[in-house]
């Protein structure tokens, strides 16, 4: 294995970042994941938009053009030889003494990592259906950022898989879901409507959600921009996830309680098989 770290590819054992990094002293770094499927990138452009995005809103310099970066990604996939899998990016402020205002005059470190994911598992995970479990939200004001900063998500995953859950729905203070620890929540009502929250500073616009909405306004499906609260998911016709190397997949049920019928519903798998098809589209070598 490969890895790039600062305008090198070096060999995955030897891949390492100085001690003083930002990233790792402050989580003063942001990230991305990008599907890779059959050899071609999803949503590369809408990943890169919000990279910068990140970047800009913390005021950490980019480390070169949005197309030098594709450059990267794309060489680290294929040293890597994966054509289906995920490249990780990170970007974090730099190396320098430890002191918390911004250093001067540092480089940002940048890195990528690529690795093989087997999207049968995904599709058999649609076909099943997953659980969900709840958990507080107890992230900082700004999740809309996709910043290194994630024990509260590693803490909430955990938590989803001592259950034997698939993921956690994150639940604010006024008991309403902001979104699931690493994917967007959704639910389907008993009219067909999909609910989802407005992007604002407690969530992450997930690039798979924007696609996902893109396609369902085209099938002519109905979407409420709103919060839903725990009992309102459980009570739901259908409810999902959508990732970057989730796609769409049906949560079955919430906290051990059935949605629906307790299986996966149609929308859903309708949804699913729009975002395999526009994820087809969007694959080039
Ligand atoms: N929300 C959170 C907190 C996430 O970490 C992620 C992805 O990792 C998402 C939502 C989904 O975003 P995307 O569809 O861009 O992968």
């Given at each position: 294995r490969i890895a790039y770290v600062n305008g090198q590819y070096v060999p995955y054992?030897?891949?390492?970042?100085?001690?003083?990094?930002?990233?790792?002293?402050?989580?003063?770094?942001?990230?991305?994941?990008?599907?890779?499927?059959?050899?071609?990138?999803?949503?590369l452009e809408g990943h890169l938009v919000r990279l910068e995005r990140s970047l800009d809103e913390l005021r950490i310099d980019r480390p070169m053009s949005r197309a030098a970066l594709s450059v990267v990604l794309a060489e680290t996939v294929r040293r890597n030889r994966v054509r289906n899998g995920s490249v990780y990016?990170?970007?974090?402020?730099?190396?320098?003494?430890?002191?918390?205002?911004?250093?001067?005059?540092v480089a940002p470190?940048?890195?990528?990592?690529?690795?093989?994911?087997?999207?049968?598992?995904?599709?058999?995970?649609a076909a099943r259906g997953v659980a969900a479990i709840t958990h507080p939200d107890i992230r900082w004001g700004r999740c809309d950022i996709k910043t290194v900063g994630l024990l509260p998500a590693a803490l909430a995953k955990q938590a989803a898989k001592e259950s034997g859950a698939y993921e956690a729905w994150l639940v604010d203070d006024q008991g309403f879901v902001t979104?699931?620890?690493?994917?967007?929540?959704?639910?389907?009502?008993?009219?067909?409507?999909?609910?989802?929250?407005?992007?604002?500073?407690?969530?992450?616009s997930g690039i798979t959600r924007s696609a996902v909405l893109e396609l369902a306004k085209r099938e002519?499906?109905?979407?409420?921009?709103?919060p839903f609260t725990v009992a309102e998911a459980q009570a739901a016709k259908e409810a999902f996830v959508s990732s970057a190397t989730s796609f769409v997949?049906?949560?079955?049920?919430?906290?051990?309680?059935?949605?629906?019928?307790?299986?996966?519903?149609?929308?859903?798998?309708?949804?699913?098989?729009?975002?395999?098809?526009?994820?087809?589209?969007?694959s080039t070598d």
């Open positions: 054992a030897q891949a390492g970042v100085h001690v003083e990094d930002r990233g790792f002293q402050f989580a003063d770094g942001v990230y991305e994941v990008v599907a890779v499927k059959d050899g071609g990138f999803v949503d990016l990170q970007i974090t402020r730099g190396a320098a003494r430890r002191e918390f205002p911004f250093p001067d005059g470190t940048f890195v990528a990592i690529a690795r093989h994911l087997d999207w049968a598992k995904g599709a058999a995970n979104e699931g620890s690493s994917s967007n929540a959704w639910i389907v009502t008993k009219d067909n409507v999909l609910v989802t929250r407005k992007p604002t500073h407690e969530i992450l002519g499906l109905k979407v409420e921009f709103r997949i049906p949560v079955v049920t919430l906290d051990g309680k059935p949605i629906g019928n307790g299986g996966p519903g149609v929308v859903v798998a309708r949804l699913r098989s729009l975002y395999e098809a526009h994820a087809a589209t969007h």
